[in-house]
C-alpha cells in the first residue's frame, strides 16, 4: 500500500483534532487551475508530443478533516510534434481529461494548506491533423500547496504527473503507455 493509501485510510479513520473547527470549515470548494501540460507517446523509437497551455475545473466535497472527494475536467491546447516517416511534423491540437478520485489535505487553522491527490479517469489526445492520436485510461498523482487568503478563497501551484494506458496511432497503430506532466497556478472558492 502506497504512502498516499495510508494517508487517505488514516484520514478517514481519525477522528478531528478540532472538531468545532472542521464542523464551520467549507466543505465544498471550486478550483480553476491554469499553467501548462504535456503530453508524450513514445512508438518505435520515436516520440509525438502535445504541449501547451492548460485549464483545469475541480469540483472537491469534503469527506472529513483530511479526506476530499474531487472531480474535474483538463483541458489543454496547444502544438503536437509527431515523427512521420523520419520527418517531424508541427501541427495544432488539444487534450480532454476527464477525471475523479482522492486528495488528501493537510490540516490545522494554519493559512497553507499542503495536499496530496490521486485521480483516474481518462484522456484524449487529438491533433486537427488526423495523422496519429492517443486515447486510454489515465492515472494521475502529484500534489501542491494552498494559500488561503480569506476562509473562503485561497490562490496556489500544483503539479502532477499522469500514466495512461491505451491505444495510439502514429504511423501505425499500436497500445501502450502515454505519459504526461502538468504545472499550474490556481484559485479556489470554497463554500
Not at 2 to 19: E, F, K, S
Amino acid at each position: 500500500m502506497g504512502p498516499l493509501a495510508i494517508a487517505a485510510l488514516l484520514a478517514t479513520v481519525t477522528p478531528p483534532a478540532n472538531a468545532d473547527a472542521v464542523a464551520s470549515a467549507p466543505a465544498r470548494e471550486l478550483s480553476v487551475m491554469v499553467g501548462s501540460g504535456l503530453y508524450a507517446i513514445p512508438d518505435h523509437g520515436s516520440l509525438s508530443m502535445l504541449w501547451g497551455p492548460k485549464v483545469t475545473v475541480e469540483y472537491g466535497a469534503a469527506r472529513g478533516e483530511h479526506l476530499w472527494i474531487d472531480f474535474g475536467i483538463g483541458l489543454t491546447g496547444g502544438a503536437c510534434m509527431a515523427d512521420f516517416d523520419g520527418g517531424c511534423v508541427l501541427v495544432s491540437g488539444a487534450a480532454f481529461e476527464p477525471f475523479g478520485g482522492i486528495k488528501v489535505k493537510t490540516g490545522g487553522g494554519g493559512r497553507w494548506v499542503a495536499y496530496a491527490k490521486l485521480v483516474a479517469g481518462a484522456v484524449l489526445l487529438e491533433p486537427d491533423r488526423q495523422s496519429w492520436y492517443g486515447r486510454g485510461v489515465s492515472l494521475r498523482q502529484g500534489g501542491g500547496f494552498r494559500y488561503m487568503a480569506t476562509r473562503n478563497v485561497a490562490v496556489g501551484f500544483e503539479l502532477t504527473g499522469l500514466v495512461a494506458f491505451g491505444e495510439f496511432y502514429v504511423g501505425t497503430p499500436g497500445t501502450g503507455e502515454i505519459t504526461g506532466l502538468d504545472a499550474g497556478f490556481g484559485l479556489d472558492a470554497r463554500f
